[in-house]
C-alpha cells in the first residue's frame, strides 16, 4: 500500500475515497436498520426502500424432507432447470441442464422469455420421461416479487439486466402456467415460487438448524432472514398465524435508492449506475454485486490511463468499452499469491496492454482489492445489521454467488469486518450454500407439499 501511495499517489487518492472505516460502517447498519423496520411495517412500506418482502415460507426443513421434486432457476444469464431427488439427509441428488438467456430474450417481449423457459422444461422432462410425472416444481426467481401466497409472486421491477416487457406487475407464476398451457405437452403442478436467498437459507437449514440468513453475493445481491411472524404487518395473519415464524426477502439491493448511502458513493459509483440499465435504482447492489465491481475498476483504470499515470501512458481502446473488465478478472487478479503477478499480466495481456509493468500491476492489483474490500464491508454491515435485528448469539449464514464461491478473500474479508462491529458477542459461521436455487426450491415444494 505505501508502495502504492509513493508510485501512484493519483490511484491511492482515488481508491481513498472508497474507504469505509468502523464508524461509517456502524451508521450503515443503523440505516438499514431503519429501513428494514420501515419495510415490514404496513405505514410504511409503500415509501420503504428495502421491502421486505412475505415469502410465505414459514417452516425450515427438518431434514427429513424426501422425494423428487423439479426446479426452475431464473436469476441471471444462466436458466437452469433441475430434478432434486431428496433421498436422505446425506445424499441430495441433482440432475440438471444449463441454458443461457440471450440478451434478446433478456430484453425482448416476456412473452418469448417464458416461452423459452416453459420449451426447456419441456425439453428437460421429456429427456428423463417426466412430462406426465406431474412433479411438484419450485421456480426460484431471483428478482424483487411481492408475494400474495407461496405460489403467487409479482414482479416489482426487474434487476441484473432484465427488462423484458410485459413481465412487471404481472404474476410470474401465472405467466409460467400459461406459457406451459401453450405448449400442452407437459403435466407439473408449480407449488411455490421464492427467492435464490429464500433457497439458499432453505439448502443451509436443511444440514443445519440453526441457520436463520440466506444471502447472495453474485451478478446482484440480496439477503433473507428469519422474523417472528408477529413483526410482519404486510402478512394478513401476521397477529393470528399459528406459526411463529416467516423468512422476509429483504431486497436490500435497493437500500440507498432514497440517498441514504450517498455518504458512502463516489463519483465512480455515479458513474456506473448512471450508465446501468436501472438508473438510481439498486444503489447498494451497483456497490457490492458482481454485475459492477468489475466496472467500478474499469471507470478508475479509464481515469488512470487518460491521465498517462498507469501502462507508460498506453491507451487501450479496448478498456473504454463498457463491460470489458470482468468481474471475474478481479478474482483472479487477486488469486496471484502476494507479489506475484502471473494472472494480472495475463489479465492485462488479453486486454491489449502488454506494456504493464510489475509496478502497474501491483497497482492494477490494489485498485481490485479497494472495490472487493468495499463490497465485503458493505455485505458484513448487510449481514451485522440483520443479525442484531434478530438478537440471536449463534447462527449459521447461507451464502451463495459468483463472488463470494470463487473471489480468494471475500469469506474472510466478511468475516473480518463482522467480527469488528459484532467484537465477540455472537457465534456465527458463514457457509457456502451448495446449490440453494435448485435443492432449496425443492425444500420448499417438500415443505409446501406437506401442509
Ligand atoms: C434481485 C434479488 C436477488 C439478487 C441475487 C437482485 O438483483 O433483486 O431478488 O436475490 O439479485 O440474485
Known amino acids: 500500500m505505501d508502495e502504492v501511495r509513493t508510485l501512484y499517489p493519483e490511484a491511492y487518492k482515488i481508491c481513498q475515497q472508497f474507504e469505509i472505516d468502523q464508524h461509517k460502517m456502524e451508521e450503515i447498519v443503523l440505516r438499514m436498520t431503519r429501513e428494514i423496520s420501515m419495510g415490514l411495517a404496513k405505514e410504511t412500506h409503500p415509501r420503504a426502500t428495502i421491502k421486505c418482502f412475505t415469502t410465505y415460507v414459514q417452516d425450515l426443513p427438518s431434514g427429513r424432507e424426501r422425494g423428487r421434486y423439479l426446479a426452475l432457476d431464473l436469476g441471471g444469464t444462466n436458466f437452469r432447470v433441475l430434478l432434486v431427488t431428496l433421498e436422505s439427509e446425506s445424499s441430495v441428488n441433482i440432475d440438471g441442464k444449463t441454458y443461457s438467456i440471450s440478451k434478446e430474450l433478456m430484453e425482448g417481449s416476456g412473452v418469448k422469455l417464458f416461452d ?244 502497474d500491476l501491483m497497482c492494477l492489483r490494489y485498485i481490485c482489492e479497494t472495490i472487493s474490500t468495499r463490497s465485503a464491508k458493505l455485505a458484513a454491515c448487510g449481514l451485522v445489521c440483520l443479525i442484531r435485528k434478530m438478537n440471536v448469539k449463534d447462527l449459521s449464514v447461507g451464502i451463495d454467488g459468483s463472488v463470494y464461491r470463487f473471489h480468494p478473500h471475500y469469506h474472510r474479508l466478511l468475516m473480518q469486518n463482522m467480527n469488528l462491529l459484532l467484537n465477540g458477542t455472537v457465534r456465527y459461521e458463514l457457509v457456502l450454500s451448495e446449490d440453494g436455487s435448485g435443492r432449496g426450491a425443492a425444500l420448499i415444494a417438500a415443505v409446501c407439499a406437506k401442509d
Open 116 to 359: 423459452f423457459i416453459a420449451q426447456c422444461l419441456s425439453d428437460f422432462c421429456k429427456e428423463h420421461k417426466l412430462e406426465n410425472a406431474n412433479l411438484p416444481l419450485g421456480f426460484t426467481f431471483s428478482f424483487p416479487c411481492k408475494q400474495q401466497s407461496i405460489d403467487n409472486g409479482t414482479l416489482v421491477a426487474w434487476t441484473k439486466g432484465f427488462k423484458a416487457d410485459g413481465v412487471v406487475n404481472k404474476n410470474v407464476v401465472e405467466l409460467l402456467r400459461e406459457a406451459i398451457t401453450r405448449r400442452g405437452d407437459l403435466k407439473v403442478q408449480i407449488v411455490a415460487i421464492l427467492n435464490d436467498t429464500t433457497g439458499t437459507l432453505m439448502s443451509c437449514a436443511f444440514h443445519r438448524q440453526n441457520c436463520k440468513i440466506g444471502m447472495i453475493v453474485g451478478t446482484g445481491s440480496n439477503a433473507c432472514y428469519v422474523e417472528k411472524t408477529s413483526n410482519v404487518e404486510m402478512f394478513p395473519g401476521y397477529q393470528n398465524s399459528s406459526k411463529p415464524h416467516m423468512i422476509i426477502n429483504c431486497e436490500w439491493g435497493a437500500f440507498g435508492d432514497n440517498g441514504v448511502l450517498d455518504f458512502v458513493r463516489t463519483r465512480y459509483d455515479v458513474e456506473v449506475d448512471s450508465h446501468s440499465i436501472n438508473p438510481k435504482k439498486q444503489i447498494f447492489e451497483k456497490c457490492i454485486s458482481g454485475m459492477y465491481m468489475g466496472e467500478l475498476v474499469r471507470h478508475i483504470l479509464v481515469e488512470l490511463m487518460d491521465k498517462d499515470m498507469i501502462f507508460k501512458g498506453v491507451k487501450s481502446q479496448t478498456l473504454q468499452e463498457r463491460g470489458r473488465f470482468e468481474t471475474r478478472f478481479i478474482t483472479e487478479i487477486e488469486s496471484d499469491d502476494p507479489g506475484k503477478y502471473r494472472n494480472a499480466a495475463m489479465v492485462m495481456d488479453n486486454l491489449g496492454i502488454r506494456t504493464s509493468n510489475e509496478k
